[in-house]
């Protein structure tokens, strides 16, 4: 019996140990990361420094708060307040979208979404410039965690936000009522912004020095927002990368036919407007989330930013881009515009479908946003568009390059090339076109080919985060001369200022030139593929369909 009892205390005493030396290794951890407290007004925050990266980072701070409910799809509230220190470590709030088990495995999204991430470096400096980035993903899918800038942030010259705004038609549904007005999720940038422009002194950043920037659906956020009343002395700079406003995945042409498409994908069986909201603002997110719009062959994206409608409240789009752009009433804003030389790299996993069904019937990958007087005329132009790009070949394996040149040009580089043309005549001076198509041994060929290229996004990533133990020395020094363009650009206005190391690099004109190069070497040349773009300058001259306002039927 003696023996039971010492026995049982030897396993109560050493189960004990291993608590407390569990409990002793999560407070030495804890301790082991450097911390910093921050006083906002809407309470305090902590943040920590990483064993990665000499950057204290704050994660999931709420900077809005998203309505629930029928009321989902209305423009964000204010955020939360707290009295008690906020650890700013959760890194993985997500905001719902399709499919977000596959793409986001093990994080679960939250319609409590609506976070701002702050990096700081660890220096006394204060009012640094800063920087805001949006994260792309086709208005669909992502989340601020997506693509990190603490390498950036690192050098002592920055501060960094990243952040989430709503997605699909959760946020981009727009039948312009009061309970749908649309542009929900970009005016959640909007509110992101202002968040910015009130809190980040408290960070060490200027809140009168803030350049956003952007890829893909972020470069069509950044050139959205710099077109807007609301966004007036938010920021003072634009990078705007893979992605213009009047692209074709853009803004929607006609929101309400979209609308009506997309019910229809998700078992609506109503026949009238009224019906139509009450679907949407009734239905439960999984249903609501349950069809993808990734991949749509005629390029547009059937939920994204919108013209609003009228309806006594704060709009975030009044008008179309090349309207508002056209007609001079926006601000001018220094700018980095760029594009990949591959683009269309982005749609290669399409390829082995689309070779076929663009064989059988290429009407269907004619953009969007062009209009035609009748089907016969739309064949027309798709037969033009189709021989222009592959002659009298099949699309097949043979011509995988053209398919490439094809996607690029019609969704990135065409509408980006226009939107230069339109805001130089307008008076934008400071306009700073580029091309990237650096690769290296890392680059994957083009399949059936033995050509490289520079993917969708590319020239962003060179910037962001990185394990450098997988980069060439090609790469990394490429990294270092983007990252100088970046915060010279950040601090001037002018990516190559007198002390850059890197070629002058001048503003462009209308005609799109100059425009720099950034391959193996770094050079100015002139307008880049000047006849593809022109092919495409004469359809949409004819063409084009202006975007329009949410209308009831």
């Given at each position: ?31 082991a ?37 029928r ?9 939360p ?19 977000s ?58 501060v960094?936000?990243?952040f ?51 890829c ?26 893979s ?154 394996d043979e ?16 509408p ?9 005549e ?38 962001f ?37 890197l ?7 209308a ?13 100015l040349s ?18 084009h ?9």
């Amino acid at each position: 019996m003696r023996k039971s009892k010492q026995s049982l205390l030897s396993f109560v005493t050493a189960a004990t140990m291993i608590v407390w030396a569990f409990i002793l290794a999560i407070f030495v951890s804890t301790q082991a990361q450097e911390s910093k407290l921050i006083n906002l007004a809407q309470g305090p925050v902590v943040g920590y420094k990483g064993d990665d990266a000499d950057v204290f980072s704050f994660y999931g701070i709420p900077y809005a708060t998203a309505p629930k409910g029928r009321e989902k799809f209305k423009g964000p509230l204010p955020g939360p307040v707290w009295t008690e220190p906020l650890e700013a470590v959760d890194e993985q709030i997500i905001c719902p979208q399709h499919a977000s088990e596959i793409y986001f495995p093990g994080i679960t999204a939250t319609e409590d979404c609506l976070v701002a991430n702050v990096f700081i470096p660890d220096t006394a400096e204060k009012n640094l410039p800063v920087l805001v980035h949006i994260h792309g993903g086709g208005f669909l899918i992502g989340f601020g965690n997506w693509e990190k800038p603490k390498q950036f942030v690192e050098s002592k010259k920055v501060v960094a936000v990243t952040f989430n705004y709503r997605l699909g038609p959760h946020g981009f549904l727009c039948m312009g009522t009061e309970d749908v007005p649309g542009n929900a999720g970009i005016k959640d940038q909007v509110a992101a912004l202002r968040w910015v422009k009130a809190n980040i002194a408290n960070f060490g950043g200027n809140p009168d020095d803030v350049t956003i920037a952007g890829c893909s659906a972020g470069g069509v956020s950044v050139d959205l927002l710099m077109l807007s009343n609301t966004t007036k002395g938010l920021f003072n700079k634009v990078i705007g990368q893979s992605g213009a406003n009047i692209a074709s995945f853009g803004v929607q042409v006609d929101p309400i036919e979209n609308a009506k498409f997309y019910a229809e994908k998700i078992n609506y069986q109503g026949d009238d407007f009224d019906s139509l909201e009450e679907f949407y603002k009734s239905i439960s997110f999984e249903q609501l989330l349950s069809y993808s719009l990734l991949a749509n062959r005629d390029h547009a994206v059937k939920v994204s930013p919108c013209v609003e409608r009228d309806l006594g409240i704060e709009r975030f789009l009044e008008d179309g881009p090349t309207n508002i752009i056209k007609s001079g009433n926006y601000v001018r804003y220094p700018m980095i515009y760029g594009f990949t030389d591959m683009e269309g790299l982005f749609r290669i996993g399409e390829f082995e479908q689309w070779k076929n069904d663009m064989n059988e019937n290429f009407t269907q990958f004619v953009p969007a946003d062009l209009q035609f007087e009748s089907a016969e005329e739309k064949e027309k132009i798709a037969i033009q568009i189709k021989q222009f790009y592959f002659g009298d070949k099949a699309v097949g394996d043979e011509t995988v390059l053209q398919y490439v040149d094809f996607l690029s040009d019609v969704i990135f580089i065409y509408p980006m090339q226009k939107a230069v043309t339109l805001q130089v005549e307008s008076g934008n001076n400071e306009i700073y076109l580029q091309v990237y198509n650096f690769t290296d041994e890392n680059t994957p060929y083009v399949p059936y080919t033995k050509e490289r290229g520079a993917n969708h996004c590319d020239q962003l990533y060179a910037v962001f985060d990185h394990d450098y133990n997988t980069l060439t020395p090609e790469y990394i020094e490429m990294k270092e001369k983007m990252r100088e363009i970046w915060f010279d650009f950040m601090k001037t206005g002018n990516p190559t200022p007198e002390w850059s190391s890197l070629p002058k690099w001048e503003p462009a004109r209308a005609d799109r030139a100059p425009c720099m190069n950034f391959g193996r070497t770094i050079q100015l040349s002139g307008t880049f593929i000047k006849e593809r773009t022109d092919f495409w300058e004469n359809i949409y001259n004819k063409y084009h369909r202006q975007p329009v306002a949410p209308y009831r039927y």
